[in-house]
């Protein structure tokens, strides 16, 4: 195996208009191939986060972005697209260090950001700041203006990605935003963050338009719960989303949550088994089964449940499991240890509750957080209610289509669905009838399934959902100023 010696990007805080050196102490990071420690963990104190929340309130009630117009946010975020272009690989190296991602995989998520940004720039224009009603002769202006300081809390799944996504959104609505990554999962972002500083010091903006503190869930927790945050934009797993809605419901900030979801998979009747293993298993491992769109429970007929399980154990065997940086691995590591024994745990868990646990394919000679893809069966659906968060599946035998639908529409699902099945119409109507904000049909990829997508967490999978609602809108809010009329009728 080849020795990897990855570049450590240093944890730096940016608050009010300077760089600073993270004091709190939180740990050591490990590289989740090896086992090895890598960094040490540092995060925020109280007076940091502090100081960020006084410099984001003190911005927006100056009202100077306000005065900054849509078009001049938008220059911003097309400088930042064509860094991180330039960046790209830097950005890829750091996520797949992280949180274990095959290089293959962050260099195609980190390849994606400078469009995302121009994505983001481009609904900022279109929203605009605002427009004149018709009003019989009187003045009459509707203002898009931002709501006040929205946090962004980021994921380790996906770190860069969605920390980008976010931030270019929140920088197109014209507030100021304070940008929280991961603990397990800084060093992506770290790029990313400095590479919009410096956009925007290019562009004359407020030193405070954004901010970056580095913490655990105590920082989160303190930023969430203060009142002068306004919107709160958070990916991740359903207890800390719910403790996001409890500090929001104290200081009503709106809130855009994507949580954690047991996907459903309906296999139909006349679907083409191997097809279905194949699909299945590349959507359970992507992102190494840390995704949360993945497949997570499959609805299956009788008569093809132990085909399709031998052939999901076959096609899940034939993966090349090893080293994130090693080339053709096709599964790494899981990203922290104390993750990988959690999804052990839950396995064992099913297994003295009666379920066959089959575990395929093999790991590498490292210590790292490996784990081997599972297949859990002799369970029913409503005993395997919990997303996995890993490259495991539970299999259930269905006698018919109303069955499946039910099963797939228990509580824990809602983000997304599959079903396979070789009439399409047929399979597009099932999906029709499944409680989620994405159906695929005949597949488990990442991309939007067409422009102009939209999707609604549903459940206890989120609040809010992917469209444009909640990307450049989700931090603004509508005013209305106007002449007003005698001759209005009340």
């Given at each position: 195996m080849v020795m990897h010696t990855i570049p450590v990007v240093a944890s730096r805080l940016f608050v009010d208009g300077a760089w600073?050196?993270?004091?709190?102490?939180?740990?050591?990071?490990?590289?989740?191939?090896?086992?090895?420690?890598?960094?040490?963990?540092l995060g925020a104190t109280p007076h940091d986060v502090e100081d960020a929340l006084r410099a984001a309130d003190r911005?927006?009630?100056?009202?100077?972005?306000?005065?900054?117009?849509?078009?001049s946010r938008a220059a911003v975020l097309e400088s930042w697209a064509d860094a991180l272009d330039l960046r790209a690989e830097d950005i890829a190296v750091q996520d797949a260090i992280s949180n274990g991602n095959p290089i293959t995989t962050t260099?195609?998520?980190a390849s994606f950001l400078g469009d995302r940004v121009r994505s983001a720039a481009r609904?900022?224009?279109?929203?605009?700041?605002?427009?004149?009603?018709?009003?019989?002769g009187r003045t009459v202006r509707l203002l898009n203006r931002a709501l006040g300081p929205t946090l962004v809390l980021a994921p380790w799944n996906a770190p860069t990605f969605v920390a980008v996504s976010k931030l270019s959104t929140t920088i197109g609505s014209g507030s100021p935003v304070i940008l929280k990554p991961s603990e397990w999962t800084p060093g992506g972002a770290q790029i990313a963050f400095e590479l919009l500083q410096a956009a925007l010091d290019q562009?004359?903006?407020?030193?405070?338009?954004?901010?970056?503190?580095?913490?655990a869930a105590a920082v989160g927790s303190a930023l969430a719960g203060d009142a002068r945050v306004r919107a709160i934009s958070f990916t991740g797993g359903l207890a800390a989303g719910r403790a996001v809605a409890r500090a929001a419901a104290e200081t009503l900030a709106v809130v855009q949550l994507e949580l954690g979801s047991n996907n459903p998979a309906i296999v139909l009747a006349d679907a083409d088994v191997e097809r279905t293993a194949e699909m299945l298993v590349a959507g359970v491992t992507r992102l190494n089964g840390q995704w949360c769109e993945a497949p997570g429970k499959v609805l299956v007929p009788p008569a093809l449940h132990d085909p399709l399980v031998d052939a999901l154990s076959a096609r899940a065997g034939e993966l090349q499991i090893d080293h994130s940086f090693e080339a053709g691995t096709q599964l790494g590591p899981l990203a922290y240890r104390a993750?990988?024994?959690?999804?052990?745990?839950?396995?064992?868990?099913?297994?003295?509750?009666?379920?066959?646990?089959?575990?395929?394919?093999m790991a590498p000679d490292l210590d790292g957080w490996f784990f081997r893809p599972a297949l859990v069966t002799g369970l029913g659906a409503a005993d395997a209610p919990d997303e996995l968060f890993g490259p495991a599946l539970t299999i259930h035998a269905v006698e018919s289509v109303d069955e499946a639908v039910q099963a797939a529409n228990l509580p824990g699902g809602g983000l997304d669905g599959f079903v396979f099945g070789e009439d399409e119409e047929a399979a597009l109507e099932v999906g029709a009838r499944i409680r989620a904000g994405e159906v695929r049909v005949n597949g488990t990829y990442m991309a939007d399934l067409a422009d102009g997508s939209e999707q609604t967490f549903w459940g206890t999978a989120g609040v809010g959902g992917h469209d444009p609602a909640h990307g450049v809108a989700f931090s603004q809010g509508r005013r209305v100023v106007g002449v007003d009329a005698a001759n209005l009728p009340i």
């Amino acid at each position: 195996m080849v020795m990897h010696t990855i570049p450590v990007v240093a944890s730096r805080l940016f608050v009010d208009g300077a760089w600073r050196t993270p004091a709190e102490r939180l740990g050591v990071l490990h590289d989740p191939n090896t086992g090895l420690e890598r960094v040490e963990q540092l995060g925020a104190t109280p007076h940091d986060v502090e100081d960020a929340l006084r410099a984001a309130d003190r911005l927006h009630a100056s009202q100077t972005l306000d005065r900054m117009p849509a078009a001049s946010r938008a220059a911003v975020l097309e400088s930042w697209a064509d860094a991180l272009d330039l960046r790209a690989e830097d950005i890829a190296v750091q996520d797949a260090i992280s949180n274990g991602n095959p290089i293959t995989t962050t260099r195609v998520l980190a390849s994606f950001l400078g469009d995302r940004v121009r994505s983001a720039a481009r609904q900022a224009t279109q929203i605009g700041d605002g427009l004149v009603l018709p009003a019989d002769g009187r003045t009459v202006r509707l203002l898009n203006r931002a709501l006040g300081p929205t946090l962004v809390l980021a994921p380790w799944n996906a770190p860069t990605f969605v920390a980008v996504s976010k931030l270019s959104t929140t920088i197109g609505s014209g507030s100021p935003v304070i940008l929280k990554p991961s603990e397990w999962t800084p060093g992506g972002a770290q790029i990313a963050f400095e590479l919009l500083q410096a956009a925007l010091d290019q562009h004359g903006f407020p030193a405070a338009t954004a901010q970056l503190v580095h913490g655990a869930a105590a920082v989160g927790s303190a930023l969430a719960g203060d009142a002068r945050v306004r919107a709160i934009s958070f990916t991740g797993g359903l207890a800390a989303g719910r403790a996001v809605a409890r500090a929001a419901a104290e200081t009503l900030a709106v809130v855009q949550l994507e949580l954690g979801s047991n996907n459903p998979a309906i296999v139909l009747a006349d679907a083409d088994v191997e097809r279905t293993a194949e699909m299945l298993v590349a959507g359970v491992t992507r992102l190494n089964g840390q995704w949360c769109e993945a497949p997570g429970k499959v609805l299956v007929p009788p008569a093809l449940h132990d085909p399709l399980v031998d052939a999901l154990s076959a096609r899940a065997g034939e993966l090349q499991i090893d080293h994130s940086f090693e080339a053709g691995t096709q599964l790494g590591p899981l990203a922290y240890r104390a993750h990988r024994d959690r999804l052990e745990a839950q396995l064992a868990a099913y297994a003295e509750a009666g379920a066959t646990v089959r575990r395929v394919g093999m790991a590498p000679d490292l210590d790292g957080w490996f784990f081997r893809p599972a297949l859990v069966t002799g369970l029913g659906a409503a005993d395997a209610p919990d997303e996995l968060f890993g490259p495991a599946l539970t299999i259930h035998a269905v006698e018919s289509v109303d069955e499946a639908v039910q099963a797939a529409n228990l509580p824990g699902g809602g983000l997304d669905g599959f079903v396979f099945g070789e009439d399409e119409e047929a399979a597009l109507e099932v999906g029709a009838r499944i409680r989620a904000g994405e159906v695929r049909v005949n597949g488990t990829y990442m991309a939007d399934l067409a422009d102009g997508s939209e999707q609604t967490f549903w459940g206890t999978a989120g609040v809010g959902g992917h469209d444009p609602a909640h990307g450049v809108a989700f931090s603004q809010g509508r005013r209305v100023v106007g002449v007003d009329a005698a001759n209005l009728p009340i």
